[in-house]
Structure formats: C-alpha cells, structure tokens
C-alpha cells in the first residue's frame, strides 16, 4: 500500500511540477525583453542625433555630457561590441565603451568625439542578476507545494485500500474479520461497510459449518454404536474383526473432528506455562506408550498457552514423527522473543510437491498406507490450529539426505 501511495504521489507531483515548469519556461520566452543587440542601433542613432546636434542650444538641455576621459566603472565588453556594432551600421565608426559603476547600477556609454568623451546613459535590458537563484527558488516552493498536495491526495485516494489491508492483517485465525468503524469520508465508509457485511457472512459460514461438522460427528455416534453391537454377533471371527476394526476408525474420525471443531471455538484457559517441561512430560508419556522419543536439553522458556491445548498439538507432532519417521527428536531454543521447538525424523519425509498439503484434514502421503498406521489424518490440522490459535506457526521441511522437520514457533511469555 505504501508503494502505491507513492507512486500516485509521485505521478501528482511531476504532473503538476511539469505543466508549472513548462508554463513558467513559456511565459518567460513570450515576455523576455528585446536582446541587446536588437535595441542598440536606436541607442546608436540617438548617439548620433546627439553628437549632430552638439553645438546647437544650451548646454543644459543637451543629453550628454562631454568630459576629457571615458566614464569610470567597470567595462562591460558584452555591450561595449554590441554598441559599436550598431554604430558601425548607422554610419562611420565610431569609438564606444560601455561601463557600470556597480552591480545594479545604470550603463554609461562614453563615445570618442574628437579629443573628447561624449557621456549618457543607456537602457539596460538585460536580464537581472541572480535570475536563476530566483528561478530555483521558484520551481522549489512547487515542488514542495504540490508534494504536499499531492502526497495528501494520495492518502485519500487509498484510504479504501488501506482500510482493506488493515483489515486483512487483523484477520483471525479462524477466517473472520473484525468489526471496523463506519467513519471518514464516503469512500472509506462504503469500504468500511463492505468489509463489515463480508465479516459477517464469513463468520455466519465458519459457525455454519462448526456447527454442521459437530452434528454430524455426534450423529455419526448412534449408528456407530449399533452397528458395533451388531458385529459382535458375528460369527466369523476375521469378519468380525475387521468390522471392529472400520469402526474403531470411523469412530476416531468423528472424535477428531468434534476435536477440531472445538480447537477453532477459541483458546480457553491461557496460563503462563514452562514450554520445557510440557515437552519433557509429553516425550516420557509417549515413551511409555512404546513411542522412540528423544529429548536434547531444553532451556527453560515460559509461553501463554492453554496446557491441554498445547500439549494436545505438540503431542500429535511427535506422534506424527515417531510413527511415520521411526522416531522423534525433540529440541528446544529461544529465537528472540520466541521460543522455537524442532522436531526430527529419520523418515522418507514427504514429496516436495506435496508438502504444502500436509496440514490439510484427512490428508496422507500414501493413501495405500492408511491401514497401516493409526489415525483419522486430522492430528497435523489440529496442531496447527491451536498453535495458531496461540499467535505461533508451524511449519514443515524436508531434510537431507532423508527425514522431516517440523518447526513450531511460539512468542516467549
């Protein structure tokens, strides 16, 4: 969002700073003054009318002076040959030069007649010292008169985006946004309001469907159970077996999915707890169950979890490793201000374009596998639902030459 404020900006910007720039440029070469040597050979002619006319009337209405040396000041030798060009082209030459006494004062002809120096002034149309510090001074104040326009312009122009993205940010772990405030201008408003009605069906949707997964999870029980007081009479022992066996299975589905349905209600009972010893307890529990379990040292790190949640996501991440790696290795290190629990295997790990599928429900590598190890497929969603749920991530790589890892990050307490 930021890059697209400030490529609106700066598309604003030199917007306004180019016609303001090109206006100004136009302008000033449609009212500069007449060059220099375009206004001289009226200076001339004058010059000329002056010195005809010497002699003739009193001296005080003349409109130069004679003097026995040229005028002081500084030579200009810009307009001193634009003079004596103009007045070599009205007539004999003649000797001229220009000076000025000062940096904004007048320029003084002085023109050689005879033994003496006729003196007068003359216009000076050249342009105005310092002209391009004003002109810098100028195109700097547009530049930060139309930034600032521009730069607010462009915050409004993407305040619906913002408020978008905001709202994107703030989504909760279970797909629902929060409620946002109906306030600002029109555009932010109608922005506002939609998010509103799109957060209201999408939590509409999520209960929906909680509700539906736990109905049919409960449903599924009663049946379930008479179809299990019908297997026992079956005579067949291997029938009747492998009937148990697909009902212990379908059973299990349902209780995780009840489970799961529960995991994305909310976090219930946060307690400060120590990470370490929830890990060391639930790698002796799974040892005991005939589960290789290692453990390296763990640093004792504290975190805000529920304990039956978390123990319940961690223990299905080293099940996951121990059953289907031939073991799990369990380590414990702090990262900043997270703590950061790895879990090993040596198993065949999964294949790389299927990885990312992996937290999915009732999802399996090998679905030829699937009656060879227990489970309903639900427990690595689970997991990552209550570590999520505990503003933590999961995440799950390959490892070489062979294995997986699986990395939970959760924020110190």
Same mark, same amino acid.
């Given at each position: 969002?930021?890059?697209?404020?400030?490529?609106?900006?700066a598309?604003?910007?030199?917007?306004?700073?180019?016609?303001?720039?090109?206006?100004?440029?136009?302008?000033?070469?449609?009212?500069?003054?007449?060059?220099?040597?375009?206004?001289?050979?009226?200076?001339?002619?004058?010059i000329?009318?002056?010195?005809?006319?010497?002699?003739?009337?009193?001296?005080?209405?003349?409109?130069?002076?004679?003097?026995?040396?040229?005028?002081?000041?500084?030579?200009?030798?810009?307009?001193?040959?634009?003079?004596?060009?103009a !007045?070599? /082209?009205?007539?004999a030459?003649?000797?001229?030069? &220009?000076? #000025?006494? @000062? $940096?904004?004062?007048? %320029?003084?002809?002085?023109?050689?007649?005879g033994?003496?120096?006729?003196?007068?002034?003359?216009?000076?149309?050249?342009?105005?010292?310092?002209?391009?510090?004003?002109?810098?001074?100028?195109?700097?104040?547009?530049?930060a008169?139309?930034?600032?326009?521009?730069?607010?312009a462009?915050?409004? !122009?993407? /305040?619906?985006?913002?408020?978008?993205?905001?709202? &994107?940010? #703030?989504? @909760? $772990?279970?797909?629902? %946004?929060?409620?946002?405030?109906?306030?600002?201008?029109?555009?932010?408003?109608?922005?506002?309001?939609?998010?509103?009605?799109?957060?209201?069906?999408?939590?509409?949707?999520?209960?929906?469907?909680?509700?539906?997964?736990?109905?049919?999870?409960?449903?599924?029980?009663?049946?379930?159970?008479?179809?299990?007081?019908?297997?026992?009479?079956?005579?067949?022992?291997?029938? #009747?077996?492998?009937w148990?066996?697909? %009902?212990?299975?379908?059973?299990?589905?349902a209780?995780?999915?009840?489970?799961?349905?529960?995991?994305?209600?909310?976090?219930?009972?946060?307690?400060?707890?120590?990470?370490?010893?929830?890990?060391?307890?639930?790698?002796?529990?799974?040892?005991?169950?005939?589960?290789?379990?290692?453990?390296?040292?763990?640093?004792?790190l504290?975190?805000?979890?529920?304990?039956?949640?978390?123990?319940?996501?961690?223990?299905? %991440?080293?099940?996951n490793?121990?059953?289907?790696?031939?073991?799990?290795?369990v380590?414990?290190?702090?990262?900043?201000?997270?703590?950061?629990?790895?879990?090993?295997?040596?198993?065949?790990?999964?294949?790389?374009?299927?990885?990312?599928?992996?937290?999915?429900?009732?999802?399996?590598?090998?679905?030829?596998?699937?009656?060879?190890f227990?489970?309903?497929?639900?427990?690595?969603?689970?997991?990552?639902?209550?570590?999520?749920?505990?503003?933590?991530?999961?995440?799950v790589?390959?490892?070489?030459?062979?294995?997986?890892?699986?990395?939970?990050?959760?924020?110190?307490?």
């Amino acid at each position: 969002m930021n890059s697209l404020q400030t490529r609106i900006a700066a598309l604003l910007i030199a917007a306004i700073v180019s016609v303001v720039v090109l206006a100004s440029f136009a302008a000033t070469w449609v009212m500069q003054p007449p060059a220099p040597q375009a206004t001289m050979e009226p200076v001339a002619r004058q010059i000329r009318m002056t010195i005809a006319l010497m002699g003739h009337g009193p001296a005080q209405d003349r409109p130069g002076r004679l003097q026995a040396v040229p005028a002081g000041g500084t030579a200009d030798p810009h307009m001193t040959r634009f003079l004596q060009g103009a !007045l070599r /082209r009205t007539g004999a030459p003649l000797q001229a030069l &220009v000076t #000025r006494e @000062g $940096p904004r004062q007048p %320029l003084t002809a002085s023109v050689r007649v005879g033994a003496q120096w006729l003196i007068l002034q003359i216009p000076d149309l050249s342009p105005p010292p310092g002209r391009w510090n004003v002109l810098a001074l100028w195109l700097s104040l547009i530049v930060a008169g139309s930034a600032a326009i521009s730069i607010h312009a462009a915050r409004r !122009l993407t /305040r619906p985006l913002q408020l978008i993205e905001d709202a &994107v940010d #703030r989504v @909760g $772990p279970d797909g629902t %946004l929060e409620t946002i405030p109906e306030t600002g201008s029109g555009e932010v408003q109608a922005a506002a309001k939609a998010l509103n009605r799109l957060s209201r069906q999408l939590r509409g949707a999520m209960e929906s469907r909680m509700r539906l997964v736990a109905a049919a999870g409960h449903d599924l029980r009663t049946p379930m159970t008479r179809m299990r007081l019908r297997a026992e009479f079956i005579e067949d022992e291997a029938e #009747r077996t492998k009937w148990l066996s697909d %009902l212990e299975e379908l059973d299990m589905i349902a209780d995780s999915a009840i489970r799961l349905v529960r995991e994305e209600v909310g976090v219930d009972g946060v307690q400060v707890l120590r990470l370490d010893r929830l890990l060391l307890d639930t790698a002796a529990e799974l040892r005991a169950q005939g589960h290789a379990v290692e453990t390296a040292a763990l640093p004792p790190l504290q975190v805000s979890a529920g304990p039956i949640a978390l123990k319940r996501a961690l223990r299905n %991440l080293i099940v996951n490793a121990a059953t289907h790696g031939g073991g799990a290795r369990v380590a414990l290190v702090r990262d900043g201000r997270n703590a950061v629990i790895r879990i090993e295997d040596d198993g065949p790990g999964v294949p790389p374009d299927l990885i990312e599928q992996i937290f999915e429900p009732f999802f399996r590598v090998d679905q030829a596998r699937r009656k060879s190890f227990p489970g309903a497929g639900l427990g690595m969603a689970i997991s990552r639902e209550i570590i999520e749920r505990h503003q933590g991530s999961i995440a799950v790589r390959n490892r070489q030459p062979h294995g997986l890892e699986q990395v939970c990050t959760l924020p110190c307490a």
